[in-house]
T-cell receptor, first 113, second 113 residues
Framework: ETGVTQTPRHLVMGMTNKKSLKCEQHLGHNAMYWYKQSAKKPLELMFVYNFKEQTENNSVPSRFSPECPNSSHLFLHLHTLQPEDSALYLC????????????FGPGTRLLVL | AQSVTQPDIHITVSEGASLELRCNYSYGATPYLFWYVQSPGQGLQLLLKYFSGDTLVQGIKGFEAEFKRSQSSFNLRKPSVHWSDAAEYFCAVGASNDYKLSFGAGTTVTVRA
């Protein structure tokens, strides 16, 4: 595969569940990002990893826990979410975390019941 | 802090007609500017970007954008719209020394036959 892939593409979970979103980039990039896209709102940056080190946590609640084991993979662990967390979660990557073009995956559509 | 305004929430255009989407940004230095397109259920695809040089930028799918520093604008244009151009379009601004992209709220384009 090429580009940025995300799994699963759709996820329905209850508020007491624990699930994980996975992102993989095949572009040889060193920076990876998680964004939240809610209806009628601009994209919200959640987390940034540069060379596997977290460089940004944009005041995200602790029920979202990112993990970056290497420069190609990024996870978002979810637990005890709220219905307002239902959104499209987008992963992106760039060559580095400074002034580079970000390339996006297709997203995971999350519904919290 | 940088910010982006897309004044038009929704635009309807006839197939074959021209299209122009407006984007105004606020940033103190020379910005990096991007246009992305998002089809329903998909992630964001890069249409074009401006970093420096020629202020008229050509992108994919027949799109172009012009950077006008005096007007703090980066409007997207296409001479003849195809039905497949129906999507949501996002303008974003970044900087050479930062990873953060600020996105506009998006403009939804509907193409009528």
């Amino acid at each position: 595969e090429t580009g940025v892939t995300q799994t699963p593409r759709h996820l329905v979970m209850g508020m007491t569940n624990k699930k994980s979103l996975k992102c993989e980039q095949h572009l040889g990039h060193n920076a990876m990002y998680w964004y939240k896209q809610s209806a009628k709102k601009p994209l919200e940056l959640m987390f940034v990893y540069n060379f596997k080190e977290q460089t940004e946590n944009n005041s995200v609640p602790s029920r979202f826990s990112p993990e970056c084991p290497n420069s190609s993979h990024l996870f978002l662990h979810l637990h005890t979410l709220q219905p307002e967390d239902s959104a499209l979660y987008l992963c992106a990557s760039s060559q580095s975390a400074q002034g580079e073009t970000q390339y996006f995956g297709p997203g995971t559509r999350l519904l919290v019941l | 802090a940088q910010s982006v305004t897309q004044p038009d929430i929704h635009i309807t255009v006839s197939e074959g007609a021209s299209l122009e989407l407006r984007c105004n940004y606020s940033y103190g230095a020379t910005p990096y500017l991007f246009w992305y397109v998002q089809s329903p259920g998909q992630g964001l695809q890069l249409l074009l970007k401006y970093f420096s040089g020629d202020t008229l930028v050509q992108g994919i799918k027949g799109f172009e954008a012009e950077f006008k520093r005096s007007q703090s604008s980066f409007n997207l244009r296409k001479p003849s719209v195809h039905w497949s151009d129906a999507a949501e379009y996002f303008c974003a601004v970044g900087a050479s020394n930062d990873y953060k992209l600020s996105f506009g709220a998006g403009t939804t384009v509907t193409v009528r036959a």
